[in-house]
């Protein structure tokens, strides 16, 4: 099963994370808003997966992983 789709002509990312609190959702997602071209984004960290989800994602599933992984987190595709 893939993660990410097109809806429409917008590209969603879903990712399994260890995100756990607000203060760590609020900063990975300022990061990812300042380094890249994305639209909405949140973390369920509620969720048991802490799950990430972009919309309107224009880089590969892998730069984001990567991204989220350098900014300490572990990241990958929710399968």
């Known amino acids: 099963m893939t993660t990410a789709f097109l809806n429409h002509t917008s590209m969603i990312g879903i990712f399994k994370t260890n995100i756990g609190t607000p203060g760590e959702s609020h900063s990975v997602l300022k990061a990812i808003r300042q380094h890249f071209d ?7 960290i509620e969720d048991c997966d802490k ?5 309107d994602l224009k880089v590969t599933e892998a730069q984001m ?9 572990q990241c990958e595709i929710l399968e």
Do not use: H, K, T, W
């Not at 994305?38 to 369920?44: E, K, L, S, Y």
């Not at 799950?51 to 919309?55: A, C, D, E, F, T």
């Not at 992983?65 to 987190?73: D, K, R």
């Open 38 to 44: 994305v639209g909405p984004c949140n973390v369920d």
């Open 51 to 55: 799950v990430l989800r972009i919309v």
């Open 65 to 73: 992983i990567a991204f989220v992984q350098a900014q300490g987190y």
